[in-house]
């Protein structure tokens, strides 16, 4: 889903293709295997999602693919080569690996645990530090104050940072994440996703992410595998496909009641037409008398000042004008705000807290427009009668 919108951009997909075929996984003493089977193409520069009850497997499948468990039978192959014939470490520093509670070296700074693999591949010093503010930035951690703190030192949100910062370190095609969110609260949990997708339209990653929540899957899939018991796929297809039509009784089950309002988890704010032109958007120096003369031949009332990078901070009321000599020192701070990857239930929830337009920022944080509530609920009653008429006929 992550991408029906822009097809045009696999070409420069940057992740190698996957592919499980027939691998089982025995561990020893266990009467039935722990994965059965399983056979599974991940394409090249997408986010499959392995999404199934615990125990069912997942853990085993994602940690076959970088060797970290050796299958009992089949073949794997990663970017067409067998991974059988490579070295288990070589292998390894092609996949990046990001696990729950981010698996951070308690010793280690911040810019110790990023630097790992780059590391063990012999960067020079200079190449590993440029390397590390880089991935810093990259995850929205700002190296001057976090490279020398160690993890304990972090919250729980900007730890599982780091930890995708550190996977990626040495710019593997293929990136593995095992629940990786699963340790945060609900709201740092749907930072990270967005934060995540927004990553992923720079680097075009393989990405394999496994979870237990369905609507984590639907947020994050390009495609979805749904797994039963020992792995066993019971539907592999994209989230609209597997909410509209699950395969089966299991999976209609795991998808659960209300799969037509996760349709609005499906739809991100780029879909939609959200507005550049409702707000007037304003640098910090401008002066604010012109800007009320401006506001006031537009009619406007509000308007939002934006930064250097053309960044989001504050809200202006036209009223505040006429009694300022400068913008830097009026207006609220912008509240909660979404980019055009945030999906409209994210929307939504902005809209509600900021009590009218919440700010739209694209991938570098920068302002391109804002949404109201007109704009969802529209949204919504169109879904609704997509969905009533899909009823009425099947
Ligand atoms: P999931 O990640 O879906 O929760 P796992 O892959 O961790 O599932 O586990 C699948 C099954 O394999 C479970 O029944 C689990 O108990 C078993 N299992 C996992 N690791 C081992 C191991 N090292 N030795 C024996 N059995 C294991
Ligand atoms: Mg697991």
Redesign the pocket.
């Known amino acids: 889903m992550a991408d029906s919108a822009n097809d045009s951009a696999n070409d420069s997909a940057t992740g190698a293709e996957i592919q499980l075929t027939n691998v089982t996984k025995r561990?020893p003493g266990?009467r039935e295997p722990?994965v059965s089977d399983v056979t599974l193409t991940i394409p090249a520069g997408k986010i499959v999602i392995l999404v199934?009850p615990?125990?069912?497997?997942?853990?085993?499948?994602m940690r076959m693919i970088n060797r970290l468990i050796e299958p009992s039978s089949g073949t794997i192959t990663v970017g067409g080569e067998d991974t059988r014939k490579l070295n288990p470490d070589e292998l390894r520093r092609r996949i990046g690996y990001a696990i729950q509670q981010a698996g951070l070296f308690p010793h280690f700074t911040v810019a110790q645990n990023i630097a790992v693999v780059p590391g063990l591949l012999g960067w020079d010093r200079k190449r590993v530090g440029d390397r590390v503010d880089e991935m810093m930035d990259l995850v929205g951690l700002d190296p001057a104050q976090f490279r020398h703190r160690y993890p304990r030192q972090l919250s729980g949100g900007q730890q599982q940072r780091v930890g995708v910062a550190r996977a990626l370190a040495a710019d593997p095609p293929v990136l593995l994440m095992d629940e990786p969110f699963g340790a945060v609260d609900p709201i740092t949990r749907g930072n990270l996703q967005d934060e995540l997708l927004r990553l992923q339209t720079e680097l075009r990653k393989t990405i394999v992410f496994?979870t237990h929540d369905f609507d984590e899957a639907v947020k994050l899939g390009d495609k979805i595998a749904v797994l039963g018991d020992r792995s066993a796929v019971l539907q592999y297809d994209t989230p609209e496909t597997i909410l509209a039509n699950p395969a089966d009784d299991t999976v209609a089950g795991f998808v659960g009641a209300g799969a037509s309002l996760k349709q609005l988890t499906l739809l991100r704010v780029r879909d939609v037409d959200y507005s550049d032109t409702a707000v007037t958007a304003v640098g910090e120096q401008e002066s604010p008398a012109e800007l009320r003369g401006r506001m006031t031949a537009e009619g406007r009332t509000w308007a939002l000042v934006l930064d250097a990078r053309r960044r989001p901070l504050r809200w202006v009321h036209v009223r505040d004008l006429a009694t300022t000599a400068s913008l830097a020192t009026v207006g609220r701070p912008v509240g909660d705000s979404v980019s055009t990857q945030s999906t409209l239930q994210d929307a939504l929830e902005a809209i509600l807290v900021e009590g009218g337009n919440a700010v739209v920022t694209g991938s570098r944080g920068e302002y391109v427009g804002t949404i109201d509530i007109t704009t969802v609920t529209d949204t919504i009653a169109h879904i609704r009668e997509e969905h009533d008429m899909g009823s009425a006929t099947s």
């Not at 615990?54 to 853990?59: A, E, I, L, Q, R």
């Open positions: 561990y266990s722990a199934g615990s125990g069912c497997g997942k853990t085993t499948t496994v």
